[in-house]
């Protein structure tokens, strides 16, 4: 497995811009799709979006398609979630996972998690 760890998050006002990034250790990190995920305090955690081990594939939810991008860098180990036009209600804890699967269809089968990062956009 590979251990994740977060960062880039902070407060913004609605309408700005914040890229958050998440680096893996290990040497087998483009094994995995990897996936962003995001929980608003009492809120489920909810996926946001993912990449494919190549970077090429993505897919996201419907309420951040056109404002956030997903992308990786397997040189580096690193996966990252580039959000604009940020909007009061994208506020959550935002989490990178790792899944072995090519398309993973929820969240248990994303079997590494890191500890998370703030994002919090005022309005």
């Known amino acids: 497995q590979v251990q994740l760890v977060e960062s880039g998050g902070g407060l913004v006002q609605a309408g700005g811009s914040l890229r958050l990034s998440c680096a893996a250790s290990g040497r087998t990190f483009s094994t995995y799709t990897m996936g962003w995920f995001r929980q608003a305090p009492g809120k489920e955690r909810e996926f946001v979006a993912r990449v494919a081990r190549g970077g090429i594939t993505t897919y996201y939810i419907d309420s951040v398609k056109g404002r956030f991008t997903i992308s990786r860098d397997n040189t580096k180990n690193t996966v990252y979630l580039q959000m604009n036009s940020l909007k009061p209600e994208d506020t959550a804890a935002y989490y990178c996972?790792?899944?072995?699967?090519?398309?993973?269809?929820?969240?248990?089968?994303?079997?590494?998690w890191g500890q998370g990062t703030q994002v919090t956009v005022s309005s």
């Open positions: 996972a790792a899944s072995p699967r090519y398309t993973p269809m929820n969240d248990n089968e994303y079997i590494s």
